[in-house]
């Protein structure tokens, strides 16, 4: 596999702290990678996805994607935040369609493309509906589906579940590997949640100090035949239990 997202070096700290939150961070992810960062609440994991999207700065070092330094520009990436901030005023198509038009596609030929999708994302017969008619876990199908109209092939999700109830949770942890496998797109995704990460990723990445100099790193000894009963075995019972281990002691969760 090739790389497609590096961080060199890279520090950064907000002016109002004064202290750093990275700490000169080097961070590769493959190609078609699903990478789980770890950590405690405030230890910096969302800061890392700010400086992958150009909404904060690095302040030394480089953040690259396919060996081009991160701009703030359409299409560099895609990025899912916890709540799906879907706009209340507009139906499912048209909120699907927000990064088509932005990129300048005329409407009808955006929402045209929006419906192709629709049925696949299993939101088939609900373009017409608004994010008021919808569950927790449509909702969050629908802002999956904006995430993934933009084109880009490293998505950002930020917690995308961590509201959703225990059930709904599961059935969208499933849901979302499948469109994994399916769309092949490289995954760095936040979470608190220590079997979630196991479920869904390749590797995890965990935040144990700050600033943060480096993430330790677990691999998932799961190949993409998964199902979450492979969470069961030893050996992935060990690894919960080493994760946990990890996390315990650090920032207040």
Request: charged content about 25%.
């Amino acid at each position: 596999m090739s790389s497609v997202l590096q961080f060199h070096n890279v520090s950064f700290s907000y002016p109002e702290d004064g202290k750093n939150v990275l700490e000169e961070l080097d961070l590769t992810i493959q190609k078609g990678e699903f990478v789980s960062l770890v950590g405690p609440s405030g230890s910096g994991k969302s800061t890392i996805l700010r400086l992958v999207t150009g909404l904060e700065k690095v302040q030394q070092g480089k953040v690259m994607i396919n060996g081009e330094s991160i701009q703030p520009r359409d299409g560099a990436v895609g990025y899912m935040p916890q709540q799906d901030l879907l706009l209340p005023w507009r139906t499912i198509e048209e909120n699907a369609a927000l990064p088509l038009e932005c990129r300048g596609m005329k409407q009808r030929e955006a929402y045209a493309k929006v419906r192709e999708y629709l049925p696949i994302f299993g939101l088939g017969g609900y373009e017409r509906k608004r994010p008021k008619d919808l569950s927790g876990g449509m909702r969050q199908r629908v802002s999956f589906l904006r995430t993934f109209l933009t084109g880009a092939d490293v998505l950002l999700l930020d917690e995308p579940f961590s509201a959703l109830d225990a059930i709904t949770k599961v059935n969208m942890q499933e849901w979302l590997y499948d469109q994994w496998r399916k769309w092949e797109k490289t995954i760095v995704f936040i979470t608190h949640d220590v079997e979630e990460a196991l479920f869904l990723s390749n590797r995890v990445l965990v935040v144990t100090e700050q600033p943060i100099c480096f993430l330790t790193e677990l691999t998932v000894p799961l190949g993409k035949e998964r199902t979450r009963r492979d969470l069961a075995r030893p050996e992935l019972l060990e690894l919960k239990d080493e994760l946990i281990g990890m996390l315990k002691g650090k920032v207040p969760v």
